[in-house]
């Protein structure tokens, strides 16, 4: 599994945060995923490809992450 991924808190681009709770693998692929919580509304448990949560965006012309680590949770 990744070792330099952090488990805490993030700021998706759109604004919410949500917290990192572990990288997990798919049971058939073996594709990590990330396992997060979001910190608003229900607080309902996501999944990920951790590929694509690490990845950028392009906002106005500007490449900005999809999530940016915020600090511990």
Same mark, same amino acid.
């Given at each position: 599994?990744?070792?330099?991924?952090?488990?805490?808190?993030? *700021?998706?681009?759109? &604004?919410?945060? @949500?917290?990192?709770? &572990?990288?997990?693998?798919?049971?058939?692929?073996?594709?990590?995923?990330?396992? @997060?919580?979001?910190? @608003?509304?229900?607080?309902?448990?996501?999944?990920?490809?951790?590929?694509?949560?690490?990845?950028?965006?392009? #906002?106005?012309?500007?490449? #900005?992450? *999809?999530?940016? @680590?915020?600090?511990?949770?």
């Amino acid at each position: 599994m990744n070792s330099s991924f952090r488990v805490g808190r993030y *700021r998706h681009y759109k &604004g919410p945060e @949500y917290v990192v709770l &572990g990288v997990a693998r798919h049971s058939e692929t073996e594709e990590e995923l990330v396992v @997060y919580r979001q910190d @608003y509304g229900e607080r309902g448990l996501w999944v990920r490809p951790l590929k694509m949560f690490q990845e950028t965006v392009t #906002i106005d012309a500007q490449e #900005i992450p *999809r999530f940016a @680590y915020v600090g511990e949770a």
